[in-house]
């Protein structure tokens, strides 16, 4: 436990001297909530907070219930949460570099289907703080810690064999063995993402999951995750407030031997110039694996096989609202 303490003191220093100290070196301008970030949220990033309703229809679902995985079924994805830069840094001089700290936080549920009284299926709860740099107005870095809590839905938990709460162990469910009771990551994040042109972005991200403290708790041995992304906008982002997009999202964790789940989203999108803030209506399409984490239960030593994995496929049909 000693090393553990001292890397994560190690950790929170360097946060402190690059928020505050190396400011110092030169004349710098400070912007105090700023309206847009360094480090743009990523669009069909399932999991980056924001408000949102959508109504997939699962093509191929295997959430364990004892409805038939091959029925086509409707499904509503509820998205509480939103993210904010802090302040921003940045010097007077030729030095080129920009810092902002930012915060986030989110909720996302995922419902059954209108006929069975939208029982929850499950829900987590995520959030963030990075720091952002920019070198130029194409590319930006982000470095800092994610935290993510996955759970089951109580009421799914009821219907499927769950009736004496509260839990004592996993034999009090009907199949224990398709959930995750503690699923929990406190992970190490990094980012890069680049412009290449107005309407184009690519991004890429790895997140380190620790198990450093007594509070971090990690779900398995696996602690790794990536996501990729491709964005495009038509016609170019400074010239219209309103128009087209397309955006796709891969990610892929250790734990699932990293079998590529990926989002693509198609639609419109309106923002004011300059901000963050922008609503967007559209379709989604998604195959991977399935969206509440808690679900993806993986036995160690092994990862979960591409075989074995519990992969669901929809179209849906939704609106989003970054802020």
Known sequence: MGYRLKWMKTFFVLLFFLCVFLPLVATSAWTLVPEDSLYPPPIADQNFPRFSLSFPVYTNQHIDTIEDSSRISLREVLEFGGAQSLFRIKPLSHNPLTIELSIGAGIIALFDSFEDNLENFGWEGSGFVTLNFSLTPQMSFRFGFHHLSSHVG??????????????????????????????????????????????????????????????????????????????????????????????????????????????????????????????????????????????????????????????????????????
């Open 154 to 323: 109580d009421e799914y938990l009821a219907k499927y064999g769950v009736l004496n709460l509260p839990i004592t162990d996993e034999q009090d469910l009907l199949q224990g063995e398709t959930y995750a009771l503690n699923y929990v990551r406190d992970s190490l994040m990094e980012g890069l993402s680049i412009h290449l042109s107005p309407f184009i972005r690519i991004y890429a991200e790895a997140r380190y999951s620790m198990n450093m403290l007594r509070y971090m708790l990690r779900y398995n041995s696996f602690p790794w995750q990536a996501n990729i992304g491709l964005e495009i906008q038509w016609p170019s982002p400074e010239l219209y407030s309103q128009r087209w997009y397309l955006a796709i999202n891969t990610s892929g964790y250790q734990e699932s031997s990293w079998f590529p789940s990926t989002t693509i989203q198609i639609g419109r999108i309106m923002n004011t110039p300059h901000s963050n803030q922008r609503f967007r209506f559209g379709f989604e399409y998604y195959h991977g694996r399935v969206q509440i984490a808690s679900f993806n239960h993986t036995i160690s030593p092994s990862p979960t096989t591409w075989n074995n994995l519990q992969v669901e496929q929809y179209i849906a049909i939704g609106a989003w609202y970054d802020f």
